[in-house]
């Protein structure tokens, strides 16, 4: 090609109104729109104005994509612009015609940057990068490519390199690991934060050893989910198991965890663990009754795979497979970014356990958005998370391992809730 980019210049006409007044579905085609077409999704930016029209700029590592609407004319103007070779931007054309319902559309494409007309003047970029530094004197990352995990109202954002370390559309989901400045290496699944290596320790920390040490002598544990590995790490470090078994359903995790999270995924090739990549659903349902001490459903979000790991037959099936005095654990989400799902659980768990068995406990994980996130203690006998605890065996556990998040006090003090959780969950 003889210029630096390609610009189409696009009129679409007689397109659905409603389609172009409805600022997360533009947002999410355009940012479709960019990625079948091959391009790199920096970040995107949408705004809705009152009572019509939404604009919007998607930041591609190509170029740019951007729109303006007039939902009351059924007008869009959207600007698609590339560079380079690999993308093509009349891709994202045919997709957004397509996505806006346009009656017809027309088009400009206009060649940007000349290359007869333009002198390179290479530069020195490192010195550059060498006299600017950040708060703590390390040269500044001068990149500013931001990965952001979002629900209607709320998002969280983390600053990566840019270069995606895996990416992998597997049968089930995306699995993606980035590399983040503040937190290290990170897997998330559909564009969901799952775990970084800097903070996923108090995630795993609390999800295992709550329920393993109020637990009287477990020795067999399941974990549905679970792929990266983080939970039997953590289980395995009783010694009083016999046998764990992780049945995770998806190949991908696993894989990405063990080449680019070593630390999370050290203990998956541990000789007690019995690791099985089917579905966790079907396999509760084929399980013997009283088959396990303690079961965690370490699962992603509820959507995609992991939706049916939220539902009440699987529940009820979890607790058939549980002996009569075990215990299950569940992440259960966060009370502010996933409020209904988090109160549906519970509802669901005390109609299956007995509501005064189930116990909702909190943790504090910044990577996961608004940063507070819920797990949910359920007992089928009588096992008390707070008053059952056999102290000599705790304080010989906590001797022998060195943890970074759970002890004694965090225990006790993860289950003291605060008052507008207690109103959502209907306590007094
Ligand atoms: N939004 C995050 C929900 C938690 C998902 N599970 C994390 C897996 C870590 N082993």
């Known amino acids: 090609m003889n210029a630096l980019g390609r610009h189409i210049i696009v009129e679409f006409y007689d397109c659905k109104p409603e389609l172009l007044n409805d600022v997360v579905y533009i947002e999410n085609s355009m940012v479709a729109s960019a990625e079948t077409a091959g391009a790199t999704v920096i970040n995107s930016t949408f705004h809705h104005f009152s009572p019509y029209g939404v604009s919007g700029v998607v930041v591609i590592q190509e170029s740019h994509l951007a729109i303006h609407t007039w939902p ?120 969901m934060v799952m775990t970084t290596e800097k903070d996923e320790y108090v995630y795993h920390e609390m999800i295992s050893h709550v329920a393993t040490l109020t637990h009287p002598n477990p020795k067999r544990a399941l974990v549905i989910g679970g792929g990266d590995g983080g939970t039997v790490r953590e289980l395995l470090k009783h010694d009083s198991y016999e046998e764990v078994v992780m049945v995770e359903i998806d190949e991908a995790v696993v894989e990405a965890s063990k080449e680019f999270l070593p630390e999370i995924a050290k203990s998956l090739d541990h000789p007690k663990l019995s690791l099985r990549i089917e579905d966790g659903i079907k396999f509760v349902k084929e399980t013997k009754d009283a088959a396990f001490d303690v079961v965690i459903v370490d699962s992603t979000d509820p959507v995609g795979p992991g939706e049916g790991l939220f539902t009440e037959a699987f529940y009820k099936d979890v607790y058939r497979i549980l002996k009569n005095d075990g215990i299950m654990v569940t992440q259960s989400e966060s009370p502010r970014f996933n409020q209904k799902v988090f109160k549906e659980i519970y509802d669901c768990y005390g109609t299956i356990y007995g509501k005064e068995n189930v116990h909702t406990y909190l943790v504090y994980i910044p990577t996961y958005p608004t940063g507070m996130w819920s797990f949910s203690y359920c007992a089928k006998g009588s096992a008390h998370p707070l008053n059952t605890i056999d102290e000599n065996r705790r304080e010989g556990f906590l001797a022998a391992n060195e943890l970074k998040y759970y002890n004694e006090q965090i225990h006790q003090a993860a289950f003291a809730l605060p008052n507008f959780v207690k109103g959502i969950l209907g306590k007094e």
């Open 72 to 191: 009351e004319y059924g007008y869009a103007a959207v600007d698609l612009f590339t560079c380079g070779q690999t993308v093509n931007p009349w891709v994202s054309y045919n997709f957004l015609k397509e996505a806006f319902g346009a009656g017809h559309g027309s088009t400009i494409e206009m060649r940007r940057g000349e290359k007869s007309l333009l002198a390179r003047n290479d530069f020195d970029i490192h010195k550059q990068r060498e006299e600017r530094q950040d708060d703590t004197g390390a040269p500044l990352k001068t990149k500013d490519i931001w990965f952001t995990e979002r629900n209607d109202n709320i998002a969280l954002s983390l600053k990566h390199s840019g270069e995606r370390l895996y990416e992998k559309e597997s049968d089930f989901q995306k699995v993606e690991i980035y590399n983040t400045h503040a937190y290290g290496n990170m897997l998330t699944l559909d564009g």
